[in-house]
Structure formats: C-alpha cells, structure tokens
T-cell receptor, first 113, second 113 residues
Framework: DADVTQTPRNRITKTGKRIMLECSQTKGHDRMYWYRQDPGLGLRLIYYSFDVKDINKGEISDGYSVSRQAQAKFSLSLESAIPNQTALYFC????????????FGPGTRLTVL | AQKVTQAQTEISVVEKEDVTLDCVYETRDTTYYLFWYKQPPSGELVFLIRRNSFDEQNEISGRYSWNFQKSTSSFNFTITASQVVDSAVYFCALGTGFQKLVFGTGTRLLVSP
C-alpha cells in the first residue's frame, strides 16, 4: 500500500460548490503539506502543518482552508470553488526535522466548471 | 527570497543520448537543501535526490548523476544513455528554513526511440 494516499484522485465540480480533498499517510511523519500544480508554474505551497495543533498558511492560501484531524490525516477544503482553482493538488509529508525530504501523494486532479 | 530557475522548458532527445537538466537557485540562507523530483506521465511525484548545501560532492546513481556547484548556484542533473522511460517532467526544488520547498517550473524531457 502507498505511504501517502489522496482521495479522490479525480473530481469534477461546479463553481460555488464546497469540496474537500483528503490526505492520509502511514509514514508516521509529523509534517504535512498541501501544494497545487499549474501548468508552467511548478508546485506552490497552499498550507502546511508541523503537528496537529500547528497549521500555517503557505504562498497561496486564499480560497482554501485545512484541517489536521490527526497526525496521519490532513484535509484541504475549497469553501466555494471557482474555475481558477482547477489544478493538480498534491499532499506531501516529512519527518520532524528541517533536513527531511518531503514525500508526495499521487495527486488529485480537480476541475471546477 | 528563495527562487529556483529551470530555464529549459522542454528537451527532446533520442534514446541513448546523454541529457543535462539545468537548475539554478537563489537563496541568502547559508544552510539549504536541493532536491530533484520526477513526474512521469502518470502524474505522481517521485523523489530522486537531496543534496545539503554543505556537501558539494557530486553523486552518481546508475545512469543518473548530479553536479552541485555553490560557486554558480547550480544543481544540474544528467541522465546518461537516456531511455524512453526517462520521459517525464523533472522538478528542481530548494528547501530552507522550516522545510518549505520552492519549486522550479519544471523541465519536460521527451525521449524518443
């Protein structure tokens, strides 16, 4: 089984709908991250969490919210989806040291019509 | 501010050719970490290598090699004897404090038979 899983893998929704993307990990890592990937822009950080009680905004947090339900679970919500949030979303995890590598989930392809 | 530049948007080679992917970074931090990730057509992000700023030793792993030069702020990636399975988008990333990664925009490598 994959160490970092994301659900759903693909989602099509309509403008104004609320949507939640979920991430689970079995790596035992403390730190979790949400990124979005847009063509030609690479990956940009949305939110990150160093533990259950520590959540921080990233580079592009507007329009998004997160919830760290447990060490192993980190959810990303779009309260009212808009078309320019159409992107590939990645969850990542790393252990508790600043030197640690981030490992990514398989990604969720979200389309907002 | 941290920045990663991958000037090569797309590279096309024929199988068995050697190819080098360029990565130039900017940071004022004295301690930092550089990464390469591979994104095959299936979309997931696969970790390839991490290099610490205090370790300029080059690394070779099979057909892959990495050349880290602090003097030119570069961390280039060479694939020797490329294969069709190497076709992917390759991302260079820079990590500094709090393990937040800044990604380049990626280089798409197309290896034709």
């Amino acid at each position: 089984d994959a160490d970092v899983t994301q659900t759903p893998r693909n989602r099509i929704t309509k403008t104004g709908k609320r949507i939640m993307l979920e991430c689970s990990q079995t790596k035992g890592h403390d730190r979790m991250y949400w990124y979005r990937q847009d063509p030609g822009l690479g990956l940009r950080l949305i939110y990150y969490s160093f533990d259950v009680k520590d959540i921080n905004k990233g580079e592009i947090s507007d329009g998004y919210s997160v919830s760290r339900q447990a060490q192993a679970k980190f959810s990303l919500s779009l309260e009212s989806a808009i078309p320019n949030q159409t992107a590939l979303y990645f969850c990542a995890t790393s252990a508790g040291l600043s030197t640690d590598t981030q490992y990514f989930g398989p990604g969720t392809r979200l389309t907002v019509l | 501010a941290q920045k990663v530049t991958q000037a090569q948007t797309e590279i096309s080679v024929v199988e068995k050719e050697d190819v080098t992917l360029d990565c130039v970074y900017e940071t004022r931090d004295t301690t930092y970490y550089l990464f390469w990730y591979k994104q095959p057509p299936s979309g997931e992000l696969v970790f390839l290598i991490r290099r610490n700023s205090f370790d300029e030793q080059n690394e070779i792993s099979g057909r892959y090699s990495w050349n880290f030069q602090k003097s030119t702020s570069s961390f280039n990636f060479t694939i020797t004897a490329s294969q069709v399975v190497d076709s992917a988008v390759y991302f260079c990333a820079l990590g500094t404090g709090f393990q937040k990664l800044v990604f380049g925009t990626g280089t798409r490598l197309l290896v034709s038979p």
